[in-house]
């Protein structure tokens, strides 16, 4: 047995080595291709942190051609000779690292950068992609599509899990949050909205520029740059809150009596979880058929079609819950659409409608033959079923079986303690957990066990 072998032999013996053998296969001055989800291995990428990305687009809708270029301003976790984005489709026509031109290939959706020279643990550094090409949305393990969406007037945009990607290079996890500036060039008579708060719009040789910054760390696949025709409206609340609203109007007389309630809403989810994350909010409300759901853009949802109230309250929920406070890992993802979703069921019981407890009885009656029992929340087993019935509606029930074991006071204190403590951060289920039991001062883990982990109906 060769020498070499030998001695990486000796070194799978001890925990360590282990993880690092089967974590990256990458010396240890490669950035891996991805951030180490189970449900997703190639989203994201070792090595770094994307403070800033700058992204200038120009779209145009006609042709469906999009031209790019992102600069991220990012710090190496590690001495990096080499790293990945992650880019699906486009053709990337130019890449610098620094000022330097820098080597790359493309592996899938991973773009593989060589620097000219070796970035030292801790250095900030910049990265500049030109890129261009027909974007296409990507599918889904449950088969929906997702990322850059044309439309018969535009493109929905909307990244969740994946689809950043399709329309910037990104370090496509949301373990890692960073601000951005979008800048977006239209056909002049189209709208281009994207996060956060609007710097300027301008309209020049037949096209508006519109500027958009987003100050706050977001994840990637929150990030939107939605292109229609737009009936707009903006305004400034008492509270100093930028309101931006985007409707198409063939969806505006369902929609408008709906979004016109965000700002109540806000408030009300504000009482009970804590203020604002944002200095922004709105709704982009299209009209794209092929879509299929909303998405919780940061600040402002994308809506395929005019929501009804309860699911602008749901994404209005996901402001605190999933994009201040974000997954580290996908498979968590109950604590974003079971909390989205027990808000909905908070609102009704406040506004009218079904008590929370009602709503509970009614989903309990079901037979433990039900798709609700298929899977549990916590574990979903796999990409594919990250948006299923048991991650909301079982995941909403979690949250009711706390409430009552714990009472409402403590309860809605739980709630606002982790949207504080981890506000424009992470946060992961064990955390929620021993807040919960902090917070409560009781054991929770049965609870707990049992309604997000066990397979098969509670009883
Ligand atoms: N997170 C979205 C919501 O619940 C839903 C969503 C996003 C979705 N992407 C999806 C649902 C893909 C099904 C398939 O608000
Ligand atoms: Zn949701």
Redesign the pocket.
Known sequence: MPKAVRRTFVLVTTPVALVALLGAAAPPSQGSSGAGDPYFPLAGNGGYHVGHYGLTLDYDPGSGHLAGTAVLTARASQRLTRFDLDLNGLTVTGLTVGHTKAAFRRDGQELVVTPKRALRKGEWFTVTVAYKGKPAPVT?P?G?L?GWIPTDDGAFV?G?PQGAMTWFPANNHPKDKSSYDITITVPKGHTAVSNGVLLGERTAHGKTTFRWRQSEPMAAYLATATVGKFKVQQFTTRDGLHVYNAIDPREAAAATPVVKQLPSVLEWESKLFGPYPYRAAGSIVDHAPNVG????TQTRPVYDRAPDLSTLV??SA?QWFGDSVSLTSWKDIWLN?GF?TYAEWLYAEQHGGDSAQKTFDELYAKPASDGLWEFPPGDPGSGANI?GTPVYARGAMTLHVLREAVGDRTFLRILRTWAGEHRDGHGTTAQFVALAEHLSGKNLDKLFQTWLYAPGKPN
């Open positions: 889904d449950d929906s997702d909307a969740e759901y909303a998405l919780e749901h994404e996901h659409e989205a948006f």
